[in-house]
């Protein structure tokens, strides 16, 4: 059996409860149940990421970092062998921004006003190149 818990970090996100907090009695509890425990650690800023994957009060066998959609390359196993990525990156539209459409992103840089930033739509299987 394999758990995965999903984490929302605090920094320059919405305010919610202490996620090293509530992370490790959530992790005590599915220690019971299993060994091999995956943590999706969504949040904004690289520290807090490889914070949460330091503390090694809660090792956990990974902490994978998702919301900021580039995808890093400073995998690597904490003391303790807690394997740790800042992200997976993000898989989507390419021609994209975030797989949104370019120009309304593009337009709400350029003048600071809200747009409707609709998803990018890709041609599946297009013999059209």
Not at 23 to 37: D, F, G, H, M, S
Not at 75 to 100: C, K, M, N, W
Request: aromatic share 8%; with cysteine.
């Amino acid at each position: 059996m394999i758990a995965v818990l999903n984490v929302q970090g605090r920094t320059f996100m919405p305010p919610l409860e202490n996620p090293f907090l509530l992370a490790a009695e959530e992790v005590k509890r599915l220690r019971q149940q299993t060994k091999i425990i995956f943590v999706d650690f969504h949040a904004e800023a690289t520290s807090e990421k490889i914070a949460f994957c330091a503390d090694a009060r809660r090792p956990v066998s990974a902490v994978v970092g998702t919301h900021t959609h580039a995808q890093t390359a400073d995998e690597q196993i904490f003391p303790g062998g807690t394997a740790y990525l800042t992200d997976a990156g993000f898989t989507g539209p390419h021609e994209s921004v975030l797989g949104r459409e370019i120009e309304p992103v593009l337009k709400r840089f350029l003048t600071g006003m809200p747009q409707r930033l609709k998803w990018r739509k890709t041609a599946c299987c297009s013999t059209a190149r």
